[in-house]
């Protein structure tokens, strides 16, 4: 994954309690391998992401050690007790690959860098998903994958 | 017409609206700071219990657990290495954070799984290992 998450923020608490998270979005060529998924050949030469992290200072698209990582996007209305929180924009997988979800009590972080290498709107966005999973203490099941 | 002792009054009182104006604009502009957005690290500590584990003494971990303390009341570190499901207890929320990817004979290095199906603790699984940790454990949020 590169170092942004992708599309506009979703309405979710986790983006205004307590920090309210402002994007600087900015706007990325779709990359080529969304391409190759179904639906890709209809996505827009360009899309909107916002940085989470700043690893490679000036880079864009590249992706940087440590990687991140993101998964497979699912129908949360199908996997009760999961919640996708944001896509990322990746250089490998799916348009619309999650970077941050979470599954009963685990919240998956997916970017990799460390806070100091954030950007103030992914700092808060950190903060806000460490307090947003403390709601969350072994409530349900883990869903069939 | 104002007399010499109205025009004092009248400078002194347009200082002291100045003065008052300026304590406004600085005491709105600390609450705007955490309303509007922006990690405001004089905003009160959060209230919350968090431990991470990582691998210490490291500049990654430091650079996590300083930020965290700036942020939350208690602020606990680990070795994830030694982890055990019961480190978590007394803390609100467990951070993993299992650093690097790692690649050995062009093959991803699965992570050690440290906690079962059955742990209840509300955690942050962090990075690439994070997502391979919930790989294993089967969630939906597993390394693609």
Redesign the interface.
């Known amino acids: 994954m590169s170092e942004a998450a992708q599309g506009e923020l979703p309405k979710h608490e986790i983006f205004s309690k307590?920090?309210?998270?402002?994007p600087v979005y900015e706007t990325w060529e779709t990359p080529s391998n969304y391409r190759r998924y179904p639906g890709g050949d209809r996505l827009p030469d360009k899309l909107k992401v916002w940085r989470v992290q700043q690893l490679a200072p000036g880079q864009k698209t590249r992706m940087v050690?440590?990687?991140?990582?993101?998964?497979?996007p699912?129908k949360p209305s199908e996997?009760p007790g999961?919640e996708i929180l944001v896509a990322g924009y990746n250089l490998g997988?799916m348009d619309g690959?999650?970077a941050v979800?979470?599954?009963r009590?685990?919240?998956?972080?997916?970017?990799?860098a460390?806070?100091?290498k954030m950007t103030?709107?992914g700092?808060?966005f950190f903060?806000n998903?460490?307090?947003y999973?403390?709601?969350?203490?072994?409530k349900g099941s883990?869903?069939?994958? | 017409m104002l007399t010499n002792p109205q025009r004092m009054s009248m400078a002194t009182l347009t200082r002291c609206i100045g003065f008052s104006l300026m304590l406004a604009v600085g005491a709105f502009s600390v609450l705007a700071t955490s309303a509007a957005g922006g990690v405001d690290t004089a905003s009160p500590k959060i209230e919350l219990r968090v431990i991470y584990f990582g691998h210490p003494q490291t500049p990654r971990a430091k650079d996590f657990v300083g930020f965290l303390e700036k942020h939350f009341s208690k602020v606990g570190q680990g070795d994830l290495d030694t982890f055990r499901e019961s480190d978590a207890a007394g803390y609100d929320v467990t951070l993993l954070d299992y650093d690097e990817l790692k690649v050995v004979n062009n093959r991803i290095q699965m992570p050690k799984t440290v906690v079962s199906k059955q742990y209840i603790r509300p955690t942050v699984t962090i990075g690439a290992m994070g997502a391979l940790v919930s790989q294993q454990l089967g969630f939906q949020t597993g390394y693609l």
């Open positions: 307590p920090f309210k998270v402002e050690a440590p990687y991140g990582a993101v998964a497979k699912w996997a999961t997988k690959a999650v979800g979470r599954e009590n685990f919240l998956q972080w997916g970017f990799s460390p806070p100091s103030e709107a700092r808060a903060l998903s460490v307090c999973i403390a709601k969350f203490p072994g883990a869903s069939a994958k």
